[in-house]
């Protein structure tokens, strides 16, 4: 592990301040991705700005009836919320399908949308990886890419969005609030994320000296009828193969509206308009299901191990819309 300088922040202005033209700093919450990161050389900063210290531990109701989780809310905390329990269920199952009871307890929401890939080349500084050393090539593609998406990829990288937290805020349709040099903004999830095209390095839209703050969860009527569904090769402390976000509106039988996310598959938690769009205004039968969960999945690249995500998926998507149905 490279030497490191540590400081920790109590003042969020000191905290953005001490990160302003200072490349080889991070910021440290939770910690349980960078220092695995760390130990294993993947990440190489030189000063760590540990900001636990700040006051951004609520959970508040917003006037419009949503919510607004602070950036150092542990994944714990935020799953076992009740107003989340009780009004996105679906977040709660998101959160509480990840890591294990020991890394929710750490990890927290600004941290888990920071969440970096798991793809195994990254993680192994002995291999070619455009990701961590920009130029160097992709293992991964011609390599054994069982765990790799089939959405979104570039021919520079195919790695996965590891965390199941960030589908169901994208279902919901969540802002990030973040506080920069020149003061605070606010990122819809939708445009958080980039496509990795010819720089996989870059991953969101934050800027270096910027913190996050807070994630604002939307009031949405009918978010009560939501569902997260994670497929994964062993029951807990399991990355996702696929998993589906769903939220539903329902008029008796028919869909009025959905919104479909999903993790697993895609090179960022990856939104589905094309199986909302296949969803909204039709009964909810197997047969609208299946559609949608075709049009998901339409353009969906395969490489040599990693096609079975695909069908997978479609079946996961199925099934989460059956679940949901089927609720009281
Ligand atoms: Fe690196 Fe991406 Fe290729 Fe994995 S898939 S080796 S992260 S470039």
């Not at 922040?9 to 302003?20: E, H, L, P, V």
């Not at 993790?263 to 299946?290: D, H, I, Q, Y």
């Not at 191990?305 to 695909?310: G, V």
Request: hydrophobic letters at 40%; one cysteine or more; glycine letters at 8%.
């Amino acid at each position: 592990m490279q030497p490191f300088t540590y400081v920790s922040i109590t003042n969020q202005g000191q905290a953005i301040q001490s990160m302003a033209g200072n490349d080889t700093a991070k910021f440290l919450a939770g910690g349980t991705n960078l220092i695995d990161e760390m130990k294993l050389g993947v990440e190489r900063s030189a000063e760590l700005i540990d900001i636990n210290a700040l006051p951004l531990t609520k959970i508040e109701k917003s006037p419009d009836g949503g919510l607004r989780i602070g950036a150092l809310v542990r994944n714990s905390d935020l799953a076992w919320n009740d107003a989340v329990r009780r009004k996105y269920p679906v977040l709660s199952q998101a959160l509480l399908s990840g890591a294990s009871p020991q890394l929710r307890n750490m990890a927290t929401t600004g941290g888990n949308l920071l969440q970096r890939t798991r793809c195994y080349y990254f993680r192994d500084v002995h291999s070619p990886c455009n990701k961590r050393e920009p130029g160097s090539g992709c293992a991964a593609i011609d390599g054994f890419n069982r765990i790799h998406a089939v959405l979104g990829t570039s021919e520079k990288c195919i790695a996965t969005h590891p965390s199941d937290m960030c589908v169901a805020l994208m279902a919901l349709d969540a802002t990030i609030r973040v506080a920069g040099p020149n003061g605070d903004r606010s990122i819809p999830i939708s445009e958080f994320y980039v496509a990795y095209g010819e720089d996989p390095a870059k991953e969101n839209t934050l800027a270096h000296d910027e913190l996050i703050t807070a994630v604002d969860l939307p009031a949405i009527e009918y978010s009560k009828r939501s569902l997260y569904l994670k497929i994964r090769d062993r029951a807990s402390y399991e990355f996702a193969l696929a998993s589906a976000a769903v939220v539903l509106d329902l008029d008796g039988k028919n869909i009025r509206a959905a919104r479909i996310a999903l993790g697993g598959v895609g090179t960022k938690p990856w939104r589905s308009p094309e199986a909302e769009t296949a969803l909204a205004g039709k009964p909810a039968t197997n047969e609208t299901f299946t559609a949608a969960a075709d049009a998901a999945l339409r353009n969906a690249k395969p490489r040599k191990f990693n096609a079975f995500k695909i069908e997978l998926a479609k079946r996961t998507i199925v099934q989460a819309l059956q679940a949901v149905v089927a609720l009281a």
